[in-house]
């Protein structure tokens, strides 16, 4: 089983940027879909952005033109720059795949926080 553990996470400005990793245990071609997820007590967990194997991406309508995931696949990792952040970005974030869903167990999460 692929473990991961997400970092990059901390305290940033409305306007600032953070870069996100998802750092894998092995490897993670066999995975056609892995993507970032948001957490925020009261809401539901939100999938931000989604990578394919062949670096094809899709992104939430409240990160588009601001988010960008991507994959090496030689690194076994997941990155999400996170550009122009606002306040409702604060959440937990954390990297799972998508297709199939949810195939990896939950690692410890990164925290964002986007506060003045």
């Known amino acids: 089983q692929v473990q991961v553990v997400e970092s990059g996470g901390g305290l940033v400005q409305p306007g600032g940027s953070l870069r996100l990793s998802c750092a894998t245990s092995?490897?993670?071609?066999?995975?056609?879909?892995m993507g970032w997820y948001r957490q925020v007590p009261g809401r539901q967990r939100e999938l931000v952005a989604s990578i394919t194997r062949g670096q094809s991406t899709i992104y939430a309508d409240s990160v588009k033109g601001r988010f960008t995931i991507s994959r090496d696949n030689a690194k076994n990792t997941i990155y999400l720059q996170m550009n122009d952040m606002r306040p409702e970005d604060t959440a937990v974030y954390y990297c799972?795949?998508?297709?199939?869903?949810?195939?990896?167990?939950w690692g410890p999460g990164t925290q964002v926080t986007v506060s003045s």
């Open positions: 092995g490897s993670i071609f066999s995975i056609y879909v």
């Open positions: 799972n795949s998508v297709t199939p869903p949810l195939s990896l167990d």
